[in-house]
């Protein structure tokens, strides 16, 4: 069993419409979760991030995490042509002093808005 | 003025071969990250690197050899190439004790 996992898509979402991306985890350690987006031969770029339970809100998109579940998503309100792209998942353990936090990924799901 | 920079952008070599890839991050952050992401896109950590000091080494063939000479910088030589080293590597850094990492360009190695 992977240590993040994710629904591993294609996605295909029309414009507009909501896309929902899941992932859950199973460190229960886990202490801070990350939504990355990385673009066909980019490098990944972090769009949210999210540490307490519950939904955190920027612009268009949420990020819901529940510690109970290990589950982590992001929605993407009116979804445009310019979000296709793959979204990983990432968690960290407590962050501590010593730099050994191991940051894992999920699989990443690739998105497809649809115009 | 790029935060996180690797170099090579692209590599391309021959079996048996041994390569080098150098990244370097001006952020001031104390831990830094060489990952490998596979053609399905999955990002696997190999290593990271604590104010100089190795913190990760997930497994990673012998023939993967990181060095930091400072907390700027992060080298990966392979050696011996094979064709399933084939993949993007991409450096990561981020400040110990914040969590946000910041990613390179990556460097796309071809195995031939």
């Known amino acids: 069993q992977k240590e993040v996992e994710q629904n591993s898509g294609p996605l295909s979402v029309p414009e507009g419409a909501i896309a929902s991306l899941n992932c859950t985890y199973s460190d229960r350690g886990s202490q801070s979760f990350f939504w990355y987006r990385q673009y066909s031969g980019k490098s990944p770029e972090l769009i949210m991030s999210i540490y307490s339970n519950g939904d955190k809100e920027d612009g268009r998109f949420t990020a819901q995490l529940n510690k109970a579940s290990q589950y982590v998503s992001l929605l993407i309100r009116d979804s445009q042509p310019s979000d296709s792209a793959t979204y990983l998942c990432?968690?960290?353990?407590?962050?501590?002093?010593?730099?050994?936090?191991?940051?894992?990924f999920g699989t990443g799901t690739r998105l497809t808005i649809i115009p | 003025d790029t935060a996180v920079s690797q170099t090579p952008k692209y590599l391309v070599t021959q079996m048996g071969n041994d390569k080098s890839i150098k990244c370097e991050q001006n952020?001031?952050?104390?831990?830094m990250y060489w990952y490998k992401q596979d053609s399905k896109k999955f990002l696997k950590i190999m290593f990271s690197y604590n104010n100089k000091e190795l913190i990760i080494n997930e497994t990673v063939p012998n023939r993967f050899s990181p060095k930091s000479p400072d907390k700027a910088h992060l080298n990966l030589h392979i050696n011996s190439l094979e064709l399933g080293d084939s993949a993007v590597y991409f450096c990561?850094?981020?400040?110990?004790?914040?969590?946000?990492?910041?990613f390179g360009q990556g460097t796309r190695l071809t195995v031939v």
């Open positions: 990561a850094s981020r400040r110990q004790g914040f969590s946000e990492a910041f």
């Open positions: 990432a968690a960290l353990p407590l962050i501590s002093n010593f730099g050994n936090e191991k940051l894992t």
């Open positions: 952020l001031g952050h104390d831990t």
